[in-house]
């Protein structure tokens, strides 16, 4: 076997589909071919189906963790799965599909770096399959895998499998995916999983693993703005380190570097970068998603909240937000409705201005009547927020265009956000 | 760090970028954090990523121990190395002492480890922790895969997987009400391999049992269990002297080892690359109980 290093690099993808997509023994055949599975998560496995009366082992018996799902022989929160290849190593946000968990898929593909759907041949694209792909676009995932699951029970058929390209790719059309691949596979025979099917000749496209292997995302990352959310100020106060003052945080975007003249948002000061710090190390550039410590020349006033950002490129400074919300909570999202939000390292409150519209998310359609917004909704709103944010829309930064409300009585996260242009 | 100049990150640099980025966070929003540490491997990889988070100031909250009676001594003793060189508080939660308050009841049944649960959650409040940081990750079980970054912990310590707040990218959510807490898992995606090849990396100290060395054992339900006061032969059991090392730490009672020849990180690291079973199913006693153990250990408020 060969050595899974520490050099590699990370993909962050997160699947969608129920349980008859198949898509649980998708992911039970990429652990099991990657060897990811140990034995004794096997041999478990195994005994349940057995017991169960089953003919096959059911390799969802792997991702369904809680007791309630296994007994409810349903997924209902997000489970987070890990394997390597010698490529690569793979983060898996496996959310569940059903409309109710809306809230979920979401969750699962704020952080990915590609959504992978599932649909099964015999019945093509489904409401749930374009909602699923809505709601990857929506979140801004750069690349998208569509897999057409169960190819052996329509024979292998290039027929079918070429209906359902020719159906997707003319809805896709009308969503924001830049990058599309659409592969026909079999999860439970295993093909064009980890190896291109002997069945299918008449594919030429990669296998699906060879895809997330080789699939290109270094250019995903924001490398034109430097924006950087200051965490908190490291002030040793000790003999060794007297004078230290150095300001924490992840880089959100651009390359950052010594000697870069930089300003300091919300007070607009300016000054240069005297060093770039990890712990022992002085790094010669700082890039997302690097956690560092910048050190300025000057000593001005910065602190928790803060962005340290370039003198000629700044995020937006506003106090009014015009987002795409998610409602994740029961009682519904009113204008008046006053919240927490937290963006970056800034908390805040905010008071809902107004419910624009509602958007189907499986149509597209723009209910514009629409003056609130349920459970697993999501619509256009304005908010006014009781000190200005510093935000770049959610297309152009994913870190610094998103947002979570939050419930001040419960303390719950009852929304997340993405910043529109022009906010 | 290895910067690259087509601006790549390798996994084990985003890894651990995401989590200093999660002790900052907890840090500048929880009132008064503590870090549990057992002096496992997990553990003492989350005190060098606080050490780095924080780096030159100290660590900016104690660490916290559960001193279960049977800890191995090794472990105790890497433990207090790493706690001196970073000028750390140490606060150690003893289940003895639990018992000897009647804040837990051993009725000779229950496990150290149930015994621990009480313990801990006693320290916690006591010491008025807002936030606990463990070394859990989600790769270790399937319960675990569930569980948030910030999980959040009633009143009573307990954990609700069905109500669980929803995490989007890295913003977390550090609310609270009085008498809550937040368990916070900087490791969650984290594997063990991960964890191997950064202890390597960095050059951590680590206990010396996680090494191949010469230890009595006893061989009992398909575990190796090291001989000691804790641990002796039953009828029919012999203790044998055999080349082992240890997978995971916990109490001596219940956590076994595995015949290895691996001494050195690098040879760990094969070990480990080809290994074919689970470090909990393979040492772990606590977790066999039940297909759900670990589920019910932490809804009761277990790491």
């Given at each position: 076997?060969?050595?899974?290093?520490a050099d590699?690099d990370?993909?962050?993808?997160?699947?969608?589909?129920?349980?008859?997509?198949?898509?649980?023994t998708?992911?039970?055949r990429?652990?099991?071919d990657?060897?990811?599975i140990?034995?004794?998560?096997?041999a478990?496995?195994?005994?349940?189906?057995?017991?169960?009366g089953y003919?096959y082992t059911?390799?969802?018996?792997?991702?369904?963790?809680l007791?309630s799902?296994r007994e409810q022989?349903?997924?209902?929160?997000?489970a987070?799965?890990?394997f390597?290849t010698p490529?690569?190593?793979?983060?898996?946000?496996d959310?569940?599909?059903?409309?109710?968990?809306t809230?979920?898929?979401?969750?699962?593909?704020?952080?990915?770096?590609?959504g992978?759907v599932?649909?099964?041949?015999?019945?093509g694209?489904?409401?749930?399959?374009?909602?699923?792909?809505v709601?990857?676009s929506?979140?801004?995932?750069?690349h998208?895998?569509?897999a057409?699951?169960?190819m052996?029970l329509?024979d292998?058929?290039?027929?079918v499998?070429?209906?359902i390209v020719?159906?997707?790719t003319?809805?896709a059309?009308k969503l924001n995916?830049?990058d599309?691949?659409?592969?026909?596979i079999s999860a439970?025979?295993g093909?064009?999983?980890?190896?291109?099917?002997?069945?299918?000749?008449?594919y030429?496209g990669p296998?699906l693993?060879?895809h997330?292997?080789h699939v290109?995302i270094?250019?995903?990352?924001?490398?034109?703005?430097?924006?950087?959310?200051?965490?908190c100020?490291?002030r040793?106060?000790?003999?060794?380190?007297?004078?230290?003052?150095?300001?924490a945080g992840q880089v959100a975007?651009?390359v950052?570097?010594p000697?870069?003249?930089?300003?300091?948002?919300?007070s607009?000061?300016?000054?240069?970068?005297?060093?770039?710090?990890l712990?022992?190390e002085q790094?010669a550039?700082a890039?997302?998603?690097?956690s560092?410590?910048?050190?300025?020349?000057?000593?001005?006033?910065?602190?928790?909240?803060?962005?340290i950002?370039?003198t000629?490129?700044?995020?937006t400074?506003?106090?009014?937000?015009d987002a795409?919300v998610c409602?994740?909570?029961t009682?519904?999202l009113?204008?008046?409705q006053k919240l927490?939000?937290?963006h970056?390292?800034r908390?805040?409150?905010?008071?809902?201005?107004?419910v624009q519209?509602?958007?189907?998310?499986?149509?597209?359609?723009?209910?514009?009547?629409?003056?609130?917004l349920?459970?697993?909704?999501?619509?256009r709103?304005?908010?006014?927020?009781t000190q200005?944010?510093?935000?770049?829309a959610?297309?152009?930064?994913?870190?610094?265009g998103s947002?979570?409300?939050?419930?001040?009585a419960?303390?719950?996260?009852?929304g997340?956000?993405m910043?529109?242009t022009?906010? | 760090?290895q910067?690259?100049?087509?601006y790549?990150?390798?996994?084990?640099?985003?890894l651990?970028a995401?989590?200093?980025?999660?002790?900052r966070?907890?840090a500048a929003e929880?009132?008064?954090p503590?870090l549990?540490?057992?002096?496992?491997?997990?553990?003492?990889?989350?005190?060098r990523?606080?050490e780095?988070?924080?780096?030159p100031?100290?660590l900016p909250?104690?660490?916290?121990?559960?001193?279960?009676?049977?800890?191995?001594?090794e472990v105790?003793?890497?433990?207090d190395?790493?706690v001196d060189?970073?000028?750390?508080?140490?606060?150690v939660?003893?289940?003895?002492?639990?018992i000897r308050?009647g804040v837990?009841?051993?009725?000779g049944?229950?496990?150290?480890n149930?015994?621990q649960i009480?313990?801990l959650l006693?320290a916690i409040?006591?010491?008025g922790?807002?936030?606990?940081f463990?070394?859990?990750?989600?790769d270790e079980?399937k319960?675990?895969?569930?569980?948030?970054?910030?999980s959040?912990r009633d009143?009573?310590?307990?954990?609700?997987?069905?109500?669980?707040?929803?995490?989007?990218?890295?913003?977390?959510?550090?609310?609270?009400?009085?008498?809550?807490?937040?368990?916070?898992?900087p490791l969650?995606?984290w594997?063990?391999l991960d964890?191997?090849?950064?202890?390597?990396?960095?050059?951590?100290?680590?206990?010396?049992i996680y090494?191949?060395?010469?230890r009595?054992?006893i061989?009992?339900?398909?575990m190796?269990?090291?001989?000691?006061?804790?641990v002796?032969p039953r009828?029919?059991?012999?203790?044998?002297?055999r080349?082992v090392?240890?997978?995971?730490?916990?109490?001596m009672?219940?956590?076994g080892?595995?015949e290895?020849?691996?001494?050195?990180?690098?040879?760990?690291?094969d070990?480990?690359?080809?290994?074919r079973?689970?470090e909990?199913g393979?040492?772990?006693?606590?977790?066999r109980?039940?297909?759900?153990a670990m589920?019910?250990r932490?809804k009761?408020?277990?790491?």
């Amino acid at each position: 076997m060969a050595r899974v290093g520490a050099d590699m690099d990370l993909l962050r993808f997160a699947t969608a589909g129920s349980v008859d997509d198949g898509k649980s023994t998708l992911i039970g055949r990429l652990l099991l071919d990657s060897k990811s599975i140990f034995e004794d998560q096997l041999a478990s496995v195994e005994a349940t189906s057995a017991s169960k009366g089953y003919d096959y082992t059911d390799l969802a018996l792997l991702t369904d963790g809680l007791r309630s799902e296994r007994e409810q022989g349903i997924t209902i929160d997000v489970a987070y799965r890990y394997f390597a290849t010698p490529k690569r190593k793979f983060i898996i946000a496996d959310t569940p599909g059903h409309v109710q968990y809306t809230r979920n898929m979401v969750t699962g593909a704020s952080t990915a770096d590609l959504g992978l759907v599932l649909v099964d041949a015999r019945h093509g694209l489904t409401e749930q399959s374009r909602r699923h792909a809505v709601l990857l676009s929506l979140l801004r995932v750069p690349h998208l895998v569509l897999a057409v699951n169960k190819m052996d029970l329509v024979d292998y058929d290039q027929a079918v499998f070429e209906r359902i390209v020719a159906e997707f790719t003319a809805f896709a059309s009308k969503l924001n995916i830049p990058d599309l691949l659409v592969v026909p596979i079999s999860a439970l025979k295993g093909d064009n999983v980890v190896a291109r099917s002997e069945a299918m000749g008449w594919y030429e496209g990669p296998s699906l693993m060879h895809h997330l292997e080789h699939v290109h995302i270094a250019s995903d990352r924001e490398l034109r703005d430097v924006r950087f959310p200051v965490q908190c100020v490291i002030r040793p106060k000790s003999d060794e380190h007297h004078d230290y003052r150095g300001y924490a945080g992840q880089v959100a975007g651009g390359v950052l570097k010594p000697g870069d003249e930089v300003m300091v948002l919300p007070s607009g000061m300016t000054s240069t970068v005297a060093g770039i710090d990890l712990f022992d190390e002085q790094l010669a550039e700082a890039y997302a998603p690097m956690s560092v410590v910048v050190r300025l020349t000057d000593d001005v006033d910065v602190s928790r909240g803060d962005m340290i950002c370039r003198t000629k490129n700044m995020p937006t400074q506003t106090q009014d937000v015009d987002a795409m919300v998610c409602w994740m909570t029961t009682a519904p999202l009113r204008a008046g409705q006053k919240l927490a939000i937290k963006h970056t390292t800034r908390t805040a409150r905010t008071i809902v201005k107004d419910v624009q519209y509602r958007l189907d998310v499986n149509t597209l359609h723009r209910d514009l009547g629409a003056d609130q917004l349920g459970l697993n909704e999501i619509g256009r709103v304005q908010l006014r927020v009781t000190q200005p944010l510093l935000v770049d829309a959610y297309e152009r930064n994913r870190t610094t265009g998103s947002f979570i409300l939050i419930d001040e009585a419960t303390g719950g996260t009852v929304g997340a956000g993405m910043i529109n242009t022009g906010s | 760090m290895q910067t690259h100049s087509d601006y790549r990150l390798s996994q084990l640099d985003e890894l651990e970028a995401e989590s200093i980025h999660i002790f900052r966070e907890v840090a500048a929003e929880l009132e008064r954090p503590v870090l549990m540490c057992s002096g496992g491997k997990d553990s003492i990889v989350m005190l060098r990523l606080a050490e780095k988070a924080f780096h030159p100031a100290k660590l900016p909250f104690p660490v916290l121990q559960v001193d279960t009676g049977f800890d191995f001594p090794e472990v105790l003793a890497a433990r207090d190395n790493w706690v001196d060189r970073l000028g750390a508080r140490l606060v150690v939660a003893s289940v003895d002492e639990a018992i000897r308050h009647g804040v837990v009841v051993d009725d000779g049944k229950t496990s150290r480890n149930r015994l621990q649960i009480g313990t801990l959650l006693h320290a916690i409040e006591e010491g008025g922790f807002t936030a606990a940081f463990g070394g859990g990750r989600r790769d270790e079980e399937k319960a675990r895969a569930k569980e948030r970054i910030y999980s959040h912990r009633d009143e009573f310590g307990q954990w609700d997987p069905k109500n669980q707040r929803p995490e989007l990218w890295s913003l977390y959510n550090g609310r609270l009400h009085a008498g809550e807490h937040m368990r916070v898992f900087p490791l969650s995606n984290w594997t063990e391999l991960d964890i191997w090849h950064y202890i390597a990396r960095e050059r951590i100290e680590i206990p010396s049992i996680y090494f191949a060395h010469e230890r009595k054992v006893i061989a009992r339900d398909g575990m190796l269990l090291s001989a000691s006061d804790a641990v002796q032969p039953r009828a029919g059991e012999m203790v044998e002297e055999r080349t082992v090392r240890f997978r995971t730490v916990g109490d001596m009672t219940l956590t076994g080892c595995v015949e290895s020849q691996a001494d050195t990180l690098e040879k760990i690291i094969d070990e480990i690359a080809v290994a074919r079973v689970t470090e909990r199913g393979a040492t772990r006693g606590d977790d066999r109980f039940s297909e759900a153990a670990m589920e019910d250990r932490k809804k009761e408020g277990y790491f």
